[in-house]
């Protein structure tokens, strides 16, 4: 390895676990920030002609659905699964109480764990659970036929269905199969945080503020449902998945059946129709996998297991609860203290607390979050675009509370608390600047422009005070918050230069699931390489060996663009000095270089063209370097009358990245970048219906790679942020524990038509701990958006409406018209 070459590797590791600004940035971007239409999805998805997992179709394929649950807590006490068995078309029907059915089968496909480890369970914990039996049949509809034959009776048990009420030492236990102390699980494990003396902080307020919030469930439903297939090559698993994390299954399918080599095992990660966490984050992800492939084994066939729509409404959103949330501040809006406890229902991780927020971007000093998770009888609950969901929506609430309360602009609310750890905005000057930041006021700049692009000071009014000529009460909503930092992740990438036409691929295992990561990775490398963007490519369906980071935490780009940024320049010095060196070196002698008496140094790589530096007009294509293969090998070419032909070495590169995040507080990274949102709605007062009529997006992003990916994010997080704030909601009927409405009509979704124009702007201060000063984006909009509801209709009728979503009959309740 020469001197530079050593230089680039040693510089990859520097920038692990990144504490700073960009080191080693590039002088100057040809496709990194260029709006362009490109899409390597874009074809494929256009015309119909994407592969989805649910499209995977193999000769002699089974179907298998599993037997649901139809009450919220349950145990079998008897299945006769004979009729079932009988039903032609049916070729196995795998039970719970089989012998080779264990216990636990590692079927988690992330930390945490609901508790539901088993394959098929003989008891259940939610109506909806799939538990008890599968059946794979020649076709969807026979194996559902089937289980309608099969023969359950019942142990009904006690269920609990609101977290409070399920706390209460005296409520039935919820899940007394793994939680026999009470339906309040985490005791002393991260249930609480403390920063400062929030009682100190409390008497030092000029007024303090309490209030309840609630959170009803919502889900992750998506147009594809939770599907897969397993195919066995003999010993050897082949899958084909619908998930976020390619890696973590492959892992895990290793430990069953008694251990298969990794190996030994071909994993396909087929385009994915939605993903939101979601179905990913569940522990029981797996299950249908594990099932599918022992059926496959036994049978000899490929088996996908599928969810029928019902079956995807599996788990919800982990900010379903109830929040009770008290504030102290002083007249001129600086709040002192902020103590928030926060039942949530089923959390896997309490360890998102609904008070984070304070700690990492406010100058609050004083802050105490409790989280009690509480296990009741519905489905798991889990990250749902965000695992902050439950402080975006404590801060925003807090945040214009306060303002309200003492008739302030929200905007200057926010101003004056805007900080990190406690400590104010601009006493961080020194801190930026000994992480090589530029001294930006990222919020400051983000108001700024939503103000002017939002018309702020013409909209905004005091509550209840602006009645339209169509009768409609109007109103105008502002939130903020952190950009999404890096949080944890790694990854790992290598590009090859294809011999023959010298066009670069990429390779590493992931996940598209529609936010065009695949193109800007693309872009990274050809800026960093020096080529054309349409000399390089990336699929990211197939395992090459390399896994890049999962999606998830808005922190992909943060890790999987490091490590492309790595591997291309370690690559492309390879090239530089393989042109510089003899070529086809071999015991028979070898050829003069490409560019003989030229130092690596010397030359540059530009429009997939190496060339002189000094002299631009000595150049060569790489197409024209890198040398044809022949009929006896990738490498060499047939010698000819006993000449012998040059050949070239193989150009690849591998590079990874490893990042311990901002949830880690032994290597805390303050957050710089923000994020700021305006929202206008009217609110008929006779209907109580809300009308959304624009919204405008502020996100500092540190350095826009695809702009236009960033934009898709805002777009779609408003509509979902959106929906999630109007309507979405997961109903139970109270006595039976039956979810009510667990279909894609009675459950409601967000279109474009609910929010009127959306208005997206990017700011760019370079701020953020990713490659050339990036940060995330991906779950900000959706998380923050549906929490600033409720001041925007606040502001329209001027009652506060803190039970979410909000939906027509509670304003109407509000306004004592019910």
Not at 524 to 538: I, K, M, P, S, T
Request: some cysteine.
């Amino acid at each position: 390895m020469t001197k530079e070459s050593e230089i680039q590797t040693q510089r990859m590791v520097e920038m692990f676990d990144n504490l700073k600004s960009d080191k080693y940035p590039l002088k100057e971007y040809k496709y990194v920030g260029e709006r362009g239409p490109r899409r390597i999805d874009g074809p494929p998805k256009a015309m119909g002609a994407a592969d989805y997992c649910m499209d995977i179709q193999l000769p002699g394929m089974l179907y298998m659905r599993f037997l649901m649950s139809p009450h919220p807590h349950a145990r079998i006490l008897r299945m006769d699964t004979s009729k079932a068995e009988k039903l032609p078309g049916v070729r196995h029907v795998l039970r719970y109480d089989d012998p080779e059915i264990p216990e636990s089968a590692n079927l988690g496909n992330i930390a945490g764990s609901f508790g539901n480890d088993k394959p098929l369970s003989g008891a259940a914990h939610f109506e909806g659970e799939l538990i008890g039996a599968a059946v794979a049949a020649e076709t969807e509809a026979i194996a559902e036929e089937a289980l309608s034959l099969i023969e359950v009776d019942w142990e009904e048990r006690p269920f609990n269905l609101d977290p409070v009420a399920a706390s209460d030492p005296s409520a039935p236990l919820s899940f007394p199969e793994r939680y026999i102390d009470g339906n309040h699980w985490n005791r002393g494990f991260f249930d609480t945080i403390t920063k400062g003396d929030p009682a100190k902080g409390f008497d030092e307020a000029d007024r303090v503020i309490e209030f309840k919030l609630t959170r009803a469930a919502h889900t992750w439903i998506g147009p594809e449902r939770p599907c897969g297939v397993f195919k066995w090559n003999g010993d050897y698993p082949e899958i084909w998945l619908k998930n976020q994390r390619g890696h973590l299954p492959k892992r895990q399918i290793s430990t069953w059946y008694g251990g298969i080599p990794l190996n030994t095992i071909q994993v396909h990660m087929p385009y994915q129709g939605a993903s939101f966490g979601g179905w990913s984050c569940v522990d029981w992800s797996l299950g249908g996998m594990y099932c599918a492939g022992l059926v496959a084994r036994r049978t000899k066939r490929p088996v996908k297991y599928i969810f029928n729509r019902r079956e995807d409404f599996y788990g919800g959103s982990m900010d379903e609860g109830t929040y009770l949330i008290k504030v102290g501040c002083k007249n001129d809006g600086t709040i002192t203290a902020v103590d928030a406890t926060a039942y949530l229902v089923n959390a896997i991780w309490p360890v998102f607390h609904a008070g984070a927020h304070f700690n990492e971007n406010t100058k609050v000093a004083n802050m105490r979050s409790q989280t009690k998770s509480v296990w009741i009888n519905k489905g798991p609950t889990v990250p749902v675009r965000c695992e902050m969901l439950p402080t975006c929506l404590t801060l925003t609430m807090v945040m214009d509370h306060v303002a309200a309360e003492l008739g302030m602009d929200p905007i200057e609310v926010a101003l004056k608390n805007d900080g990190c750890d406690g400590r104010e905005m601009a006493s961080l000057v020194d801190e930026k600047k000994e992480r090589g930041f530029e001294n930006r006021d990222s919020l400051r700049e983000c108001i700024e422009k939503g103000k002017a692009a939002f018309k702020w000071d013409d909209s905004w009014h005091k509550p209840g005070t602006r009645k339209l000529p169509n009768g409609r009460m109007h109103g105008v909503g502002f939130t903020w918050g952190q950009e999404w930092a890096d949080s944890l992740g790694g990854g790992e990438f290598a590009i090859r230069i294809e011999r023959g036409d010298g066009t670069a691929t990429l390779q590493s295992l992931g996940v598209d699931h529609g936010v065009e990561a695949e193109n800007t990775y693309c872009r990274v490398a050809a800026d960093e390489l020096g080529f054309r963007l349409q000399d390089v490519n990336y699929n990211s369906h197939y395992d090459p060996g390399f896994v890049r980071m999962t999606p998830g935490s808005s922190t992909n780009l943060s890790a999987n663009a490091w490590a492309v940024r790595h591997t291309a320049r370690i690559l492309k010095q390879k090239i530089l000095e393989a042109v510089t060196s003899p070529t086809a070196p071999s015991q028979r002698g070898s050829f003069q270089p490409a560019f003989p008496d030229i130092k690596p140094e010397e030359l540059d790589i530009k429009n997939s063209q190496i060339f002189v530096k000094a002299d631009p007009s000595r150049r060569m294509p790489i197409s024209e370097y890198v040398k044809h293969g022949g009929p006896t090998g990738p490498i060499t070419a047939t010698e000819i009358l006993g000449a012998r032909t040059a050949f070239t070495e193989p150009l690849y590169a591998v590079g990874y990245h490893a990042q311990e995040g901002g949830y880690s507080p032994l290597s805390p990274r303050p957050r710089f970048c923000r994020q700021a949102h305006f929202i206008e709605v009217e609110v008929d007062t006779e209907t109580g219906d809300i009308i959304v009529t624009r919204v405008v997006n502020v996100n500092d992003v540190g350095k826009a790679i695809n702009p236009m990916s960033c934009e898709g994010q805002q777009y779609g997080g408003t509509v979902m942020g959106v929906g999630r704030g109007k309507f979405e909601e997961v109903i139970h009927d109270p006595i039976t524990g039956v979810m009510l409405n667990g279909n894609l009509l009675d459950y409601k979704i967000a279109t474009t038509l609910d929010t009127g124009p959306i208005s997206t702007i990017l700011v760019e201060t370079g701020m953020g701990y990713g490659p050339y000063g990036s940060t995330g984006i991906g779950e900000d909009i959706g998380t923050v958006i549906p929490g600033l509801m409720a001041p925007a209709v606040y502001n329209a009728i001027g009652v506060w409406i803190e039970d979410f979503p909000i939906t027509p009959d509670k304003v109407l309740k509000a306004l004592g018209k019910i």
